[in-house]
């Protein structure tokens, strides 16, 4: 199985390499700056769950990508969705699977668009990863789990194909017969860490130090009824995950995207919190619009600024 991996960033690098490093049919999609530096260093790992450096992993350029693959694995940032479609779209063939591992649904519905939902898997993933200085992948939790299914359920000849091939790579993969509700499960525990951490400018543990326990619950409860409307109710283990997570005293636990903001970077306002605020019924989720106003000041401020340098 042929697989283009598009980008060989935190998540694309991290199970990308470890499919590699398994010994798959990887090809990286990368831009001019990244495939130098893979050239030079190879892929490095850092990770609990074992360090590895993969020297001359084979990388394309868009402009250079004149084949179709088997698997496409998609793990861009939200606001680079677009021009990520566009880069790989010369890949997507008439059998081609494209497995997105975005958070949130508005990229189910761009990439259905441009591809036809017949090439287009569920799919998601649990790990936290980010480049260093040195550009190197760092595993930053205790957690690298994917998961993929077709959205109605079935268990399709390509699913199948996919346990096999990723068996055996440093990760925890699984097929899913309920793709849908697991990926919108994740997306209100993300928008909900999202909302609360940003909002607050504080981890869970401190937040919870403050007696702020409470709009946890909040943000959970909007974000869990806007997911019932679209017929995807959290069960009862990811309420339990939800309350466990961010009730926990002491607990480091920040969001990415206040990570992102505290470094000044571009965040996924709309992909995340805005889109699930959009599917929810008119004024039914205050502290969601508070947190996603809180956001959307950020993204003015940032750019007021980028216009004055």
Sequence with gaps: ????????????????GRLFQ??????????????????????VIRSRFGDATLPTPRTVLAEDLHETFDLVLLSCKAYDLESAIDSFAPAVGASTAILPLLNGMRHMDILDQRFGPERVLGGLCYIAATLNDQHE???LNDRHDLAFGERDGARSA?????GPIMADAVFKARPSGAILQEMWEKWAFI?????LTCLMR????????????????????????????AGFSPGEAAVRNNQATFMAAGSTLTASMLRDIEHN???????????????????ASPLLRIAYLHLKAYEARRMREAEKD
Excluded: N, W
């Design 1 to 16: 199985m042929k697989i283009l991996v598009v980008g060989a960033g935190g998540v694309g690098g991290y199970f990308g």
């Design 22 to 43: 398994a010994g798959r049919d990887v090809t990286f999609l990368v831009r001019p700056r990244r495939k130098a530096e893979l050239a030079t260093t190879g892929i």
């Design 137 to 139: 992948i760092v595993h």
């Design 158 to 162: 390509r699913v199948e194909a996919l």
């Design 191 to 195: 928008a909900t860490g999202a909302g």
């Design 202 to 229: 504080a981890a869970v543990g401190d937040i919870v130090a403050a007696g702020g326990s409470d709009l946890a619950s909040t943000l959970f409860a909007e974000c869990s009824e806007i997911a019932a409307r």
């Design 265 to 283: 970077a571009p965040i996924e306002a709309d992909h995340v919190v805005g889109d699930l605020l959009r599917r929810g019924a008119e004024g």
